[in-house]
């Protein structure tokens, strides 16, 4: 049927219901023609605009389940062409403040797209502000929304309004307008009139304190204590959801008055989230809400700088790598009080320590990888007592544990996130990261050792830097300390090539196998530096790094100089006797032990892409180095010939299988 025909018959359908509003909606139709404005894209806007207007008129004498009417509204809204200015056209024009306030789901998402189409354009955001009735609508649904999908869409359409009406200058500071609209391309900054109707309006600004805070409970209008545990929640998320500069806006006090109504003296709607409103004591579930949302701040805080990882490039912000957002929970003891959960948990009591004992390591883990400067420089008995603290863990792990996948993973993610010149310091005669064993096979072990040794992560432009030009800062110190901690680990392991290799041909074992794979990977396109020489280490601070003749003496090698590069020590003993052999090997198959191609067989596909990639990554490697060292061309010539076979190799029948014992 054409367009123009449905749009007739839809317009007929809507009149006779909305004359009969307890006739039932003809969902078929609406649907067919739902499904032809979304193929053809070409309906014209003045049909557009007069079928929402009959669905407006519909709505609110609708005397049946909403949901068909609602739904072609929001397809019909979502067109580029449909602005926030037909929305305010519409005849008899949209109660939004009933919309939002309706307890019915589909009414509130309709209500949402609408309101949704003032994102697009800070004028529009502005009309919206101009609305203190709507907005503070707005706030209630999003904050106590029995619906979560609804509460969610309420948070994601205030986000937008926030973020477009943004101005650098709104709340008495300058931002880098720049990093807040770097999603909304041509887009000028905004007046900010939404910031301040949420911020400036008491009575709305007082509504998020009332709703989220526990000392209302019990009073008129307010959520229960459940109710108000999951707005809480939600203003957490939502906190973090915005953007570095945008979120800053809340630190700071907006009306005193009501802020010191809930315990907040010096501070403003972030003061109050993190410290005043949660009952962490007794809500473990909270807490834990509470530690996730701090760990975010700290990650937002250091979003001047690449996300940072385990691998992830060493880069400081400044002497002390700090932020607001760390101070703000250092000064508040914040930062004190969820370290201890990990530091010190003999404090704690055991049954909190189940739930926050890894929410705690996953925040230490954050700061120490976003704020690794900052631990190194400003909080070194913290480092003291994280090594420590992973040291007694790693101690007290039997080899039974980590054959049976029982690996401390939380310790292991902190570790992986410690600076690899804390795990080098010459003060200590040994590391936590030594206490790592390769036998038994365990995939965190695995994973945690590729981790550190692969070395920071460089950008592509500092990945063109030749090996002989030099990568100023703590990234070069983070890349010596990998090869150092590699070539003191392989003294202390020897057979650690040969028990990561068995790891790899343990096929039926997946997890294990394309953990070893990864270390295998991660050497050999290992970001390292030498270290220092002797006029380069004059330093006494305690985390300089060892010479390159101390590094070769702790090797046991006082006359030799070791590979300056991953795939150079790939290319050395013992790891040459092994590696190299075991990915110009074909690749292992179930298929004879099992009978057939299932999903066996597709595990072991899996890890003989896996192996594949390793190989690939290691031709290339070669090939970069192969312009500047002797002796490679055999060598690159037959991992080429083995890449070119392919993942499975060059036979795939019977001779080339290998039966793998399958658990």
Same mark, same amino acid.
């Given at each position: 049927?054409?367009?123009?025909?449905?749009?007739?018959?839809?317009?007929?359908?809507?009149?006779?219901?909305?004359? !009969?509003?307890?006739?039932?909606?003809?969902?078929?139709?609406?649907?067919?023609?739902?499904?032809?404005?979304?193929?053809?894209?070409?309906?014209?806007?003045? !049909?557009?605009?007069?079928?929402?207007?009959?669905?407006?008129?519909?709505?609110?004498?609708?005397?049946?389940?909403?949901?068909?009417?609602?739904?072609?509204?929001?397809?019909?809204?979502?067109?580029?062409?449909?602005?926030?200015?037909?929305?305010?056209?519409?005849?008899?024009?949209?109660?939004?403040?009933?919309?939002?306030?309706?307890?019915?789901?589909?009414?509130?998402?309709?209500?949402?797209?609408?309101?949704?189409?003032?994102?697009?354009?800070?004028?529009?955001?502005?009309?919206?502000?101009?609305?203190?009735?709507?907005?503070?609508?707005?706030?209630?649904?999003?904050?106590?929304?029995?619906?979560?999908?609804?509460?969610?869409?309420?948070?994601?359409?205030?986000?937008?309004?926030?973020?477009?009406?943004?101005?650098?200058?709104?709340?008495?500071?300058?931002?880098?307008?720049?990093?807040?609209?770097?999603?909304?391309?041509?887009?000028?900054?905004?007046?900010?009139?939404?910031?301040?109707?949420?911020?400036?309006?008491?009575?709305?600004?007082?509504?998020?304190?009332?709703?989220?805070?526990?000392?209302?409970?019990?009073?008129?209008?307010?959520?229960?204590? &459940?109710?108000?545990?999951?707005?809480?929640? &939600?203003?957490?998320?939502?906190? +973090?959801?915005?953007?570095?500069?945008?979120?800053?806006?809340?630190?700071?006090?907006?009306?005193?008055?009501?802020?010191?109504?809930?315990?907040?003296?010096?501070?403003?709607?972030?003061?109050?989230?993190?410290?005043?409103?949660?009952?962490?004591?007794?809500?473990?579930?909270?807490?834990?809400?509470?530690?996730?949302?701090?760990?975010?701040?700290?990650?937002?805080?250091?979003?001047?700088?690449?996300?940072?990882?385990?691998?992830?490039?060493?880069?400081?912000?400044?002497?002390?790598?700090?932020?607001?957002?760390?101070?703000? +929970?250092?000064?508040?003891?914040?930062?004190?009080?969820?370290?201890?959960?990990?530091?010190?948990?003999?404090?704690?009591?055991?049954?909190?320590?189940?739930?926050?004992?890894?929410?705690?390591?996953?925040?230490?883990?954050?700061?120490?990888?976003?704020?690794?400067?900052?631990?190194?420089?400003?909080?070194?008995?913290?480092?003291?007592?994280?090594?420590?603290?992973?040291?007694?863990?790693?101690?007290?792990?039997?080899?039974?544990?980590?054959?049976?996948?029982?690996?401390?993973?939380?310790?292991?993610?902190?570790?992986?996130?410690?600076?690899?010149?804390?795990?080098?310091? &010459?003060?200590?005669?040994?590391?936590?990261?030594?206490?790592?064993?390769?036998?038994?096979?365990?995939?965190?072990?695995?994973?945690?050792?590729?981790?550190?040794?692969?070395?920071?992560?460089?950008?592509?432009?500092?990945?063109?830097?030749?090996?002989?030009?030099?990568?100023?800062?703590?990234?070069?110190?983070?890349?010596?300390?990998?090869?150092?901690?590699?070539?003191?680990?392989?003294?202390?392991?020897?057979?650690?090539?040969?028990?990561?290799?068995?790891?790899?041909?343990?096929?039926?074992?997946?997890?294990?196998? +394309?953990?070893?794979?990864?270390?295998?990977?991660?050497?050999?396109?290992?970001?390292?530096?030498?270290?220092?020489?002797?006029?380069?280490?004059?330093?006494?601070?305690?985390?300089?790094?060892?010479?390159?003749?101390?590094?070769?003496?702790?090797?046991?090698?006082?006359?030799?100089?070791?590979?300056?590069?991953?795939? +150079?020590?790939?290319?050395?003993?013992?790891?040459?006797?092994?590696?190299?052999?075991?990915?110009?090997?074909?690749?292992?198959?179930?298929?004879?032990?099992?009978?057939? &191609?299932?999903?066996?067989?597709?595990?072991?596909?899996?890890?003989?892409?896996?192996?594949?990639?390793?190989?690939?990554?290691?031709?290339?490697?070669?090939?970069?180095?192969?312009?500047?060292?002797?002796?490679?061309?055999?060598?690159?010539?037959?991992?080429?010939?083995?890449?070119?076979?392919?993942?499975?190799?060059?036979?795939?029948?019977?001779?080339?299988?290998?039966?793998?014992?399958?658990?």
């Amino acid at each position: 049927m054409a367009l123009s025909s449905l749009v007739a018959q839809v317009h007929r359908h809507l009149l006779d219901v909305t004359g !009969d509003p307890s006739k039932a909606l003809d969902e078929k139709l609406l649907d067919t023609f739902g499904t032809q404005v979304t193929v053809s894209g070409n309906l014209k806007l003045e !049909d557009r605009s007069s079928i929402i207007n009959a669905l407006s008129q519909l709505l609110p004498t609708l005397q049946q389940d909403p949901s068909p009417a609602t739904t072609l509204i929001e397809l019909l809204v979502r067109s580029l062409s449909y602005t926030f200015s037909h929305v305010l056209a519409i005849q008899p024009p949209v109660d939004f403040v009933a919309g939002l306030s309706a307890p019915s789901p589909p009414i509130n998402s309709a209500t949402l797209v609408l309101l949704g189409k003032a994102a697009k354009e800070s004028s529009d955001a502005a009309i919206v502000a101009g609305k203190p009735e709507v907005v503070a609508a707005f706030v209630r649904l999003w904050l106590c929304a029995p619906d979560t999908a609804i509460a969610q869409q309420a948070a994601n359409v205030l986000k937008g309004l926030l973020e477009i009406d943004f101005a650098p200058l709104t709340l008495g500071e300058a931002h880098d307008i720049e990093a807040i609209t770097d999603d909304l391309p041509n887009k000028s900054p905004g007046q900010g009139l939404m910031w301040r109707r949420l911020v400036d309006d008491r009575d709305i600004y007082g509504s998020i304190f009332a709703i989220c805070s526990l000392s209302t409970v019990g009073q008129a209008d307010q959520p229960n204590k &459940r109710e108000k545990t999951i707005a809480q929640a &939600r203003l957490l998320e939502f906190l +973090l959801a915005l953007r570095p500069g945008v979120a800053d806006a809340w630190s700071k006090s907006h009306c005193p008055e009501v802020e010191a109504a809930y315990g907040v003296r010096d501070g403003g709607l972030l003061d109050f989230a993190a410290v005043h409103m949660v009952d962490y004591k007794d809500d473990v579930l909270m807490h834990m809400t509470l530690i996730d949302f701090f760990a975010g701040l700290l990650q937002a805080g250091n979003a001047d700088s690449p996300s940072h990882t385990s691998s992830s490039t060493f880069i400081s912000r400044g002497p002390s790598n700090s932020s607001p957002m760390l101070e703000f +929970l250092i000064s508040r003891g914040l930062h004190s009080r969820t370290m201890s959960f990990y530091l010190e948990p003999s404090k704690h009591d055991s049954l909190d320590l189940t739930y926050l004992y890894s929410r705690s390591a996953n925040y230490i883990s954050v700061y120490t990888a976003n704020y690794a400067t900052h631990l190194l420089k400003v909080s070194p008995p913290i480092a003291d007592a994280l090594l420590a603290r992973l040291s007694s863990v790693l101690n007290g792990v039997s080899s039974g544990y980590w054959a049976h996948s029982n690996a401390p993973k939380h310790d292991l993610h902190v570790l992986a996130s410690l600076p690899r010149v804390c795990l080098v310091s &010459r003060l200590r005669e040994s590391t936590p990261l030594f206490l790592i064993p390769a036998i038994p096979a365990n995939s965190d072990a695995l994973h945690t050792l590729a981790a550190v040794f692969r070395g920071p992560l460089v950008d592509s432009a500092l990945l063109k830097t030749e090996l002989h030009q030099p990568i100023l800062g703590d990234s070069a110190n983070e890349s010596a300390a990998a090869r150092t901690l590699y070539f003191i680990y392989l003294r202390q392991h020897p057979s650690f090539w040969t028990h990561v290799v068995n790891a790899a041909e343990a096929v039926a074992l997946k997890e294990n196998a +394309l953990a070893a794979i990864e270390l295998m990977s991660a050497v050999i396109g290992a970001n390292w530096r030498c270290s220092p020489q002797e006029e380069e280490s004059a330093s006494q601070s305690r985390y300089a790094l060892p010479t390159e003749s101390e590094l070769a003496l702790m090797c046991g090698s006082p006359n030799q100089h070791l590979p300056p590069s991953g795939v +150079l020590a790939i290319l050395a003993s013992p790891a040459l006797d092994v590696v190299l052999p075991y990915l110009l090997r074909p690749a292992q198959t179930f298929s004879n032990l099992v009978g057939g &191609r299932g999903d066996t067989e597709s595990v072991a596909y899996r890890v003989a892409v896996a192996k594949h990639d390793a190989l690939i990554l290691l031709h290339r490697k070669l090939r970069d180095v192969a312009h500047h060292t002797t002796g490679l061309q055999d060598i690159v010539t037959a991992v080429g010939r083995r890449v070119v076979q392919g993942p499975m190799g060059g036979n795939s029948e019977v001779g080339a299988r290998v039966g793998t014992l399958e658990l």
